[in-house]
């Protein structure tokens, strides 16, 4: 299920991103600060090239870019 950042709440996204970034098996040697790290993040999200992805069944949130969403999904999430 895709997840619209716009109805997290700011402060709920930002600890998502934060969480999402110190996750083991993320660090690709990307040099940045936590918060370099979050904001690049936050703006590939505003951009809509990642999205926010919620897996009911296990109750994780991951992000993926939208290439890699199936297009049935994406196109039930811009309707």
Do not use: C, W
């Not at 109805?7 to 600890?15: I, S, V, Y």
């Not at 790290?37 to 993926?64: F, M, W």
């Amino acid at each position: 299920m895709l997840i619209p950042h716009t109805l997290l709440e700011p402060d709920t996204l930002a600890r998502m991103l934060e969480d999402f970034v110190t996750r083991e098996g993320t660090d690709n040697g990307y040099e940045a600060s936590l918060q370099q790290r979050v904001e690049r993040l936050r703006r590939q999200i505003d951009k809509g090239e990642l999205l926010i992805v919620y897996h009911p069944d296990t109750g994780d949130t991951s992000l993926a870019h939208r290439r890699d969403i199936p297009a049935a999904m994406l196109r039930e999430y811009e309707a």
